[in-house]
């Protein structure tokens, strides 16, 4: 079987990126394949970002630990290793993002996300994006499974960054608004990549599924 070396699961919360990344791994080990998934919060993941560690509540490590060359080392890795890497959130959410989010212009932005884009580049990694129709929905679900302490903790984290502070937006509204500001630069980044975009996946879970590892594998 031949198969990606990489694979980028990206989309906004609660649009499925967990269970995409977990499921997928486990349809491919099915068909035959060596995968392995890391989860945003996983503590051996190969990508650490500053984002992810005040996500933790970890506080912010030495600058040295957030290297951008963390890349190059998972495309190596991709190329030597004996399996397939699925990372989940770690290009667009958790590090091209945030700079949207501390208030970064728009080409800071696209230059960071080119620039990890080109150090993965050598492996020709597939970026799914996962995208809800309805962004104030997938919110509200998410919130509502994920319950407290986290709920409480993610609208104050997007209540107090410079983006939603300057706008005067707290709780839900600032959360729902950080997302529709930032999906048309999404749309502007995507082109750039080899990329599939998958539009509500929760409604059906198993072609959603089948497409992905279609786009990753063949027989």
């Given at each position: 079987?031949?198969?990606?070396?990489?694979?980028?699961?990206?989309?906004?919360?609660?649009?499925?990126?967990?269970?995409?990344?977990?499921?997928?791994?486990?349809?491919?080990?099915?068909?035959?394949?060596?995968?392995?998934?890391?989860?945003?919060?996983?503590?051996?993941?190969?990508?650490?970002?500053?984002?992810?560690d005040?996500?933790?509540?970890?506080?912010?490590?030495?600058?040295?630990?957030?290297?951008?060359?963390?890349?190059?080392?998972?495309?190596?890795?991709?190329?030597?290793?004996?399996?397939?890497?699925?990372?989940?959130?770690?290009?667009?959410?958790?590090?091209?993002?945030?700079?949207?989010?501390?208030?970064?212009?728009?080409?800071?932005?696209?230059?960071?996300?080119a620039?990890?884009?080109?150090?993965?580049?050598?492996?020709?990694?597939?970026?799914?994006?996962?995208?809800?129709?309805?962004?104030?929905?997938?919110?509200?679900?998410?919130?509502a499974?994920?319950?407290?302490?986290?709920?409480?903790?993610?609208?104050?984290?997007?209540?107090?960054?410079?983006?939603?502070?300057?706008?005067?937006?707290?709780?839900?509204?600032?959360?729902?608004?950080?997302?529709?500001?930032?999906?048309?630069?999404?749309?502007?980044?995507?082109?750039?990549?080899?990329?599939?975009?998958?539009?509500?996946?929760?409604?059906?879970w198993?072609?959603?599924?089948?497409?992905?590892?279609?786009?990753?594998s063949?027989?």
């Amino acid at each position: 079987m031949w198969m990606r070396r990489l694979v980028l699961i990206e989309g906004m919360i609660g649009s499925g990126k967990s269970t995409t990344a977990v499921r997928a791994a486990a349809m491919l080990t099915e068909r035959g394949a060596s995968v392995r998934a890391f989860n945003e919060f996983a503590e051996d993941h190969p990508i650490r970002t500053r984002h992810v560690d005040l996500l933790r509540g970890a506080g912010p490590a030495p600058a040295s630990m957030y290297d951008a060359r963390q890349w190059n080392s998972l495309a190596d890795r991709c190329t030597r290793g004996p399996y397939a890497i699925i990372v989940e959130s770690m290009f667009l959410q958790n590090s091209v993002m945030p700079l949207f989010v501390e208030g970064a212009p728009i080409a800071v932005v696209k230059e960071a996300f080119a620039d990890v884009a080109a150090r993965i580049a050598p492996v020709a990694p597939l970026l799914v994006y996962l995208r809800p129709s309805d962004i104030v929905d997938a919110i509200r679900r998410v919130h509502a499974d994920r319950g407290e302490p986290w709920s409480s903790r993610n609208y104050a984290f997007v209540s107090g960054c410079p983006w939603a502070r300057r706008r005067g937006l707290v709780g839900e509204g600032a959360v729902v608004e950080l997302y529709r500001a930032w999906e048309p630069i999404v749309e502007e980044l995507l082109p750039t990549v080899e990329c599939m975009v998958v539009r509500d996946p929760q409604r059906d879970w198993d072609g959603t599924l089948r497409r992905v590892v279609d786009a990753v594998s063949a027989s």
